[in-house]
Every structure is written in C-alpha cells, then in structure tokens.
C-alpha cells in the first residue's frame, strides 16, 4: 500500500499557517470599529531598508511616526505589543491596524513589505494585506518517499484528510486529483526523487487538466529548501493571476463594462456600479480624496457630506471594501497597468450606466479618458 499522511510538521514549520476566510471579509470587520486607525507595515528580517538595519530599529521609527502624526500613547502602545508578538519563522513581514478600542489586525506574510510605513489616520491603509492575500494561492504539497506520501497544505481551508493507495502513478493521480477537487487547490506540488515524481506529475496533469496547476520539485537537500520551492511556484501563480486580472481588464474596458482612471474609478464607486476595484503600483501618490461615513460618500473636491481628507487609494480601497466589492492590488506588467494605476469594471446595468454617464459628462472634460468621451458622445 502506498500510504498518505498529513503529518509533515518539519515541512509546515516553513510553510505559512494563513488565515483562509476572505481577507474583504475581514478587513469589513476592522471598519466597523470607529477610527481613527494606527495602520503600521514592517520588515521582520534582518535585512536593511528605510527604516532601518533590524526589526528593533523599525520598531522604534514606527513609534516615532505614529506620535508624530498625534496616535495617542495606549495606541502606539498596543501596536508595538502587537508588533513584537512571536513571529511564526517563515514570516517576513508584519501588519498591524489599531484604534483607540485595540487592535482590529495583526498579519504576517512570507515576502518583505512592498514599503514600510507608519501612519495615524482617518481610515486605514489596506493595500498591502490585501495583495498578501491575493497571494495566498490554496496549495497541496505531496511528499514521496518510498511507500509513503506525506500532504501539506498552504491557504487550504479545512485540510485533514488521510488516506491509502497502492503505490501506482496513476492511482496516485486518482486519489490526489479527487483531494484537488474537494479542496478548490490552485496549486499541487509534488517532491521527491525524480523516478517518483516524474510519472506521478504526469498522470496527475492527465487527471486534472486545467483544474489546477501540477509542478515537481526533485532538488532539494531539506524541508527548508522545498518550502522556498513551493513559495516560489505560489508566487509563479500569483503574478499569472495578476496578468491575467489586467487582460480580462482591457477586454472588459472594449466592451464598455470597465473604467479606468482616477475620476471615472471614484464615479463608479459612489454610483455602487463597481463590481470590482483594480489598484495598481502608480497610484500611490500624494493625491488625496475627501470621504465621508457612507460608502458612496467619495469625491475628488471636499463637500459638505465628504469632511475627511485621506490619500487617494486607501479612501478607494475603503469605499470597496464597506461596499463588499472585491479589491485588487495588482502590480504592472510592462505596459500592461489602467491609467492613473486605477481602474473598475462594472455591472452591466443600464440604469446604473446611465448614471454613471451622467457623472462623468459632469466632470471637467480634462479628466476623462479619449475612449470614454468617445463612449458618451
């Protein structure tokens, strides 16, 4: 018999233990507590960057941040504690978001943050634990070794199966490709000597086609090595969901069910025809919006029922998040990134579209895109 088993601590040890729940869901959470919010990313390795040469050093720039910016003293407080909790060894970086009630957030992820910051606000800043979730691709690693596969899992909720099969190839395809398929992986990687994992990958890529994606790894001295292997393929997977989010975008765009650009993108999320919000890497400028209570309450210029001034992308992501619209941080590809860095598409509901025409003819005509005037004209 060829038996499999969910015991492979040595392993999970390097892979992330990450929460599975939707992480909109979450962050829908943390809003229903009133700000304002301390929102803090650092590095946790020892690497140098702004901030600093050790985790010790961000710590104490975090601190001196959020004072500078009037966090009050039981804040900055929580936050630091929430900081310096044991973090799991494959994590390299931490997040945190607080209010005057405590902390709402604490995660980690196996990548360096894109930027450390700190940052006392009206809202909080979101972007960074969203894209980590995106990564968070539900993964099936297997592990051959003689008449014994060893399973581990990373992002796949509720794994505990343990199950036995003759040591075939293709009953091995069998039995893993069902496992597949009850657990929605994206991602199935499969490690051991290459006389074992070649024609097991084979048979598996014949039984799940294009269900999920099959990779071997045979090269590894240790678990340390193959979880870096795997991390290495989530991200592969990662980065060919972004390339693909961008084209899906700019097929939406022709058929007129997306936006793009800073104005059109704030009319469709106070119209509530965003389906989806698509935030890319140039949009983290200076620019800043004005928000209020309300989801829809977003605008370009402060009015009476938009009090808050807040940087552009986090009043965006905000809006998205309160209005339960997926959220997208997605990273170029050469040229292939929607104006401004942001972009949405949209329901194809004529009364909503009608309004949101009506938005944007409202708008100064400098701020509109070519192919959007020609749409309304």
Not at 95 to 121: N, Q
Not at 206 to 217: F, K, M, P, T
Request: hydrophobic share 45%; proline share 6%.
């Amino acid at each position: 018999m060829f038996t499999i088993s969910t015991d492979l601590s040595a392993l999970t040890r390097w892979i992330p233990a990450v929460q599975t729940e939707p992480m909109v869901r979450r962050l829908q959470g943390v809003l229903d507590s009133p700000g304002p919010y301390a929102s803090v990313y650092l590095s946790t390795r020892g690497q140098p960057d702004a901030w600093g040469r050790t985790f010790a050093e961000r710590l104490v720039k975090a601190r001196q941040v959020l004072a500078a910016t009037g966090a009050p003293a039981t804040v900055v407080d929580q936050v630091q504690c929430a900081l310096q909790r044991k973090i799991p060894d494959w994590a390299a970086s931490v997040a945190v978001v607080a209010a005057p009630g405590g902390v709402l957030l604490v995660e980690h992820d196996y990548r360096p943050p894109t930027r450390p910051m700190a940052a006392w606000a009206p809202i909080p800043t979101f972007d960074q634990v969203l894209e980590w979730g995106q990564r968070r691709i539900s993964t099936l690693i297997v592990e051959l070794d003689a008449d014994l596969a060893t399973v581990a899992s990373y992002a796949v909720p509720g794994f505990d199966r343990s199950l036995s099969v003759r040591h075939i190839p293709d009953d091995m395809a069998m039995v893993l490709g069902n496992l597949v398929g009850r657990s929605k992986a994206e991602l199935l990687v499969v490690s051991g000597s290459s006389d074992e994992v070649v024609p097991t990958v084979a048979a598996l890529k014949r039984y799940v086609g294009d269900r999920c994606r099959v990779v071997g790894e045979d090269r590894f001295t240790d678990r340390g090595e193959l979880a870096q292997a795997v991390l290495r393929h989530v991200g592969l997977v990662s980065a060919e969901n972004t390339l693909t989010c961008l084209r899906e975008h700019r097929l939406l765009s022709a058929m007129e069910l997306a936006v793009e650009g800073v104005a059109e993108t704030v009319s469709a999320l106070r119209s509530g025809l965003a389906e989806s919000l698509i935030v890319s890497e140039s949009a983290w400028s200076d620019q800043i919006i004005w928000v209020g209570e309300r989801s829809d309450q977003i605008s370009l210029t402060p009015t009476d029922y938009t009090p808050l001034q807040v940087r552009l992308p986090d009043g965006l992501i905000r809006s998205a998040v309160l209005q339960r619209v997926p959220v997208e941080i997605r990273w170029a590809f050469g040229s292939i990134q929607p104006r401004d860095g942001l972009a949405a598409t949209v329901r194809d509901d004529q009364k909503a579209l009608a309004d949101l025409h009506q938005q944007l003819n409202s708008l100064p005509i400098g701020q509109l895109s070519d192919n959007l005037r020609a749409s309304l004209s």
